[in-house]
């Protein structure tokens, strides 16, 4: 019976410090436990104590990332805007360039046209001032045929004209002669120059009247067909 009582106390004491080991086993445990998830220079707190710092860290860290990159992709649409914004600054002076060029060369093209109209106003009324006016005597009716000659260059001289004038109508140019072979013919000799009709006709002057007893026609006429026959109305001294 004693050895069995002893055995039971001692069962019981054991029992007793087996609890007390165990228990203190398992605060060292949880104390380690905390101290390693504690990290380095931290205070010795609990583990859940000690993780929260961790978790602040890191989540502000993702929020400094994510606003970084937020900021870049701002910049780089402000860029792009700018950049676009620019092009089309560009265009547009461009086109506003171009389009004053062409208003300047329309101008230029402009002032260009009025200047020669203005030229050419300028020449006609230059020539008119040159127009001579011619007495209506054998004087003038002589050297506006000599102008006229000159100008399709037929040969011709004023006293060459004038004599053969006298010698043919003595200055009449509504002279006609009636009693020549030409009016036998039927074709009298007509005008200052006693010119027949057909002769008149074929060796008429441009610019001239087509009447034959006009005074400077007919001799016009009458110079030309002597310088294609005589080289000259200087060369005639008889009827011709």
Not at 178 to 196: E, F, M, R, T
Request: aromatic fraction near 6%; charge should be positive.
């Amino acid at each position: 019976m004693p050895k069995n009582i002893f055995s039971r106390v001692q069962s019981r004491s054991l029992t007793r410090h087996h609890k007390i080991a165990m228990a203190g086993v398992a605060t060292l445990g949880a104390a380690a436990i905390g101290f390693s998830a504690v990290p380095s220079g931290a205070s010795t707190k609990t583990t859940t104590e000690a993780a929260q710092p961790v978790a602040v860290a890191y989540s502000t860290q993702q929020i400094k990332d994510v606003k970084a990159s937020v900021t870049d992709q701002m910049a780089g649409a402000s860029l792009k805007a700018e950049q676009i914004a620019a092009k089309k600054k560009a265009d547009a002076a461009a086109a506003a360039k171009k389009k004053a060029a062409a208003e300047a060369a329309k101008k230029k093209a402009e002032a260009a046209r009025q200047a020669k109209e203005a030229a050419s106003r300028a020449a006609k009324r230059a020539e008119a001032k040159k127009t001579v006016s011619y007495p209506n005597n054998l004087d003038g009716w002589i050297r506006e045929s000599l102008a006229i000659l000159k100008k399709h260059d037929i040969p011709a001289s004023y006293d060459g004209i004038h004599r053969n004038i006298m010698r043919e109508s003595s200055g009449n140019p509504k002279a006609i002669n009636n009693w020549d072979i030409n009016a036998i013919n039927g074709i009298p000799s007509k005008g200052l120059l006693q010119v027949i009709p057909p002769t008149f006709k074929h060796w008429h002057v441009p610019g001239t009247s087509w009447d034959i007893y006009d005074p400077v026609a007919n001799i016009t006429a009458a110079c030309n067909y002597a310088a294609d026959k005589y080289g000259s109305m200087d060369n005639v001294d008889s009827a011709y």
